[in-house]
């Protein structure tokens, strides 16, 4: 008896294989990959069990622990779990479909236009010069009101001078973060969640961590100059690019905003 294979099968498999690469990639770097490995081999070897070579007993064990392992499941990966639905629910999850629609109906959005880069620039420059230590969120398509909220709200237009003073070292708000939206200063003083990657350097401290934990969590471009050093860097995606010239920044925080 032959086995029949249809189109609806393939798309099954590919589907599957896709939702299992993304559930790696998002706890790649994270305690819970190590974790996510060992629950997969469990899945395939009560597959074989009881589908393949039906062991009733040996079947009977792996349903038992299945059933109370779904429990476990939820507690362990509970940080992930919210991030995966957070991240399927973002526009950024679906960007390249976005994308291709947007291109159809010619109606790409783009923060590019209006964003005054140059003047978050010039004072990136200016910070750079006297080793001031900042934390500035550039946000995109997903919405930051959570860490909005756990600031000052400013509500200002952006400017130089305005971003300068926000992080002076003896502002009451220099340690948090400046979250730019809609091309204002919402807030300032915001606090950010840290990453909790192993991937990340070991030498960045808490504000370089912060960073990468909201861009994990946003499709928000992150922009962080050192007080140690005055070296600037960029974060978007959990990926951070260091060492970025004062020349530069305007370039590299449009390629973000154009992706």
Known sequence: MGVTFQLKDVIDIVLVAILM????????????KNIFIGLITFVLMW?????IFKMELLGAIFDG???????AIIVIFQNEI?????????RNS??????FLERVHLKKKSNTVSLPIETIADACRNMMKEKVGA?????KNNNLQEYIDTGEVIN??????????????????????????????????????LSRSHETPKHLGLRHRAAIGISERTDAIVIVLSEETG??????????????????IERVVADKLAL
């Open 65 to 71: 622990i299945f059933n109370v392992g779904v429990i």
């Open 82 to 90: 919210r991030q995966f639905f957070s991240r399927i629910g973002s």
């Open 21 to 32: 690469y993304m559930c790696y990639v998002w706890t790649r770097g994270t305690g819970a």
């Open 135 to 139: 934390l500035i969120v550039i946000a």
């Open 156 to 193: 200002a237009r952006i400017n130089t001078r305005l971003l300068e003073n926000l992080f002076f070292k003896n502002s009451p708000l220099h340690d948090g973060a400046v979250i730019i939206a809609d091309n204002k200063i919402v807030s300032a003083g915001s606090i950010l969640p």
């Open 94 to 99: 679906w960007k390249y479909i976005v994308r």
């Open 231 to 248: 070296a600037l860097s960029v974060v978007y995606e959990g990926e951070i690019t260091q060492q970025i010239p004062p020349s530069s």
């Open 47 to 51: 597959f074989l069990v009881t589908r």
